[in-house]
């Protein structure tokens, strides 16, 4: 298990000031007094009172192709597994989830406005299935988390969401699409995006940041931060698609590690931050505690075990390690779920991580 320390005074608008201390938790437990998950998470603060959190494939329950720690819950998991990694992260983080159905628009929505709790972890509208189909059992009951409690029935699409609410985790799933995470600590108002290549195009920053300041943000005080994704030597798309994602995005044309042509996701998101009004210098960089993370974790033995077993690249975790250039990119590093490595691999399945952000209570 890992903890990432950060300096509570990391960030207002420059560079964040990381404590460069790792706690050393190798002697922690892998579950709680319970038998219940503790996920591995990477948190950033990201400024005062707000913290942005990246999840990891580590100190889950999950089992197979979507080991060890899935959040998503369309991708054909047990549901009680998917809801066992949820409430635990919940806890971990004290905080509410907040899910919504990505669906790779630019759509954003005010979750103060959906304010009731409807599954133990938070606000579920997410679509995720909540019950087996066909196999004769059922998901786990609810019924402790308290009366009125119960698995999400219904799905709000949307690709971004705000909120002035303490104690309320923002998340956005991820397997190679990037989360942007955005805050105003001045004006108490946070933001989380979807941004694949889908999202961007239809302006789905634009559209966080607009909601952001119709609750009281201003452009120049928003602070934000791009998460894992999978890079522009990795994504690899049809030369139409990289042509047409280039007009829209000038410089994000690229040419992959498989000779063929590929776009970056970041480069794009970076444009639509300034078109947004953000200014440069309150793009915080996550690079660093990620490095930090995924080095620290270079001989974990769950993660040694994951390499091993998912077939995904170069079995042994070492070799990953030794060649990996980009640590936010979720094809290269085996921290990540990625969708693309998956599909190389033949895997049938795979899971999905969360970015997320809060505000403090």
Not at 108 to 125: C, K, L
Not at 200 to 228: D, E, W, Y
Not at 290 to 295: I, R
Request: glycine share 12%; net charge negative.
């Amino acid at each position: 298990m890992i903890g990432i320390m950060t300096d509570s005074s990391s960030a207002t608008h420059g560079s964040p000031q990381f404590d460069d201390a790792i706690l050393d938790s190798s002697a922690m437990s892998p579950t709680d007094s319970a038998g219940n998950p503790i996920p591995v998470t990477i948190p950033i603060d990201l400024a005062p009172g707000v913290k942005v959190v990246y999840t990891t494939r580590l100190g889950g329950v999950s089992e197979g192709d979507w080991g060890n720690c899935n959040y998503g819950g369309k991708g054909g998991e047990a549901p009680e597994l998917v809801e066992a990694n949820r409430v635990a992260l919940a806890k971990e983080l004290h905080a509410d989830l907040s899910l919504v159905s990505q669906t790779h628009s630019g759509i954003a929505v005010d979750m103060d406005e959906h304010v009731e709790r409807n599954a133990a972890f938070g606000i579920d509208v997410s679509g995720t299935v909540a019950s087996y189909d066909g196999t004769g059992r059922r998901n786990v009951s609810l019924d402790q988390y308290g009366s009125g409690v119960r698995p999400a029935a219904t799905a709000l699409g949307a690709d971004a969401q705000v909120t002035t609410r303490t104690g309320l985790a923002l998340g956005m799933f991820a397997a190679d699409c990037m989360p942007v995470l955005f805050a105003d600590p001045e004006h108490g108002v946070i933001g989380a995006a979807h941004c694949g290549r889908g999202g961007l195009l239809n302006g789905v920053i634009g559209s966080c940041v607009r909601l952001m300041v119709s609750k009281g943000a201003q452009p120049q005080h928003i602070v934000a931060t791009l998460g894992p994704r999978i890079c522009a030597d990795c994504y690899e798309v049809g030369g139409e698609i990289a042509d047409d994602f280039d007009a829209h995005f000038p410089g994000s044309y690229s040419l992959t590690r498989f000779s063929g042509p590929g776009v970056d996701l970041a480069a794009a998101a970076l444009q639509e931050l300034a078109a947004a009004g953000i200014p440069r210098d309150n793009i915080i960089d996550s690079r660093p505690r990620v490095a930090a993370a995924t080095e620290y974790l270079r001989e974990d033995e769950e993660l040694i075990g994951l390499c091993l077993r998912d077939d995904e690249d170069s079995p042994r975790l070492s070799e990953r390690i030794a060649k990996l250039r980009h640590p936010m990119c979720t094809f290269e590093n085996p921290l990540w779920y990625s969708h693309r490595r998956s599909s190389r691999a033949n895997k049938a399945h795979e899971g999905r991580m969360l970015g997320l952000i809060v505000l403090s209570r």
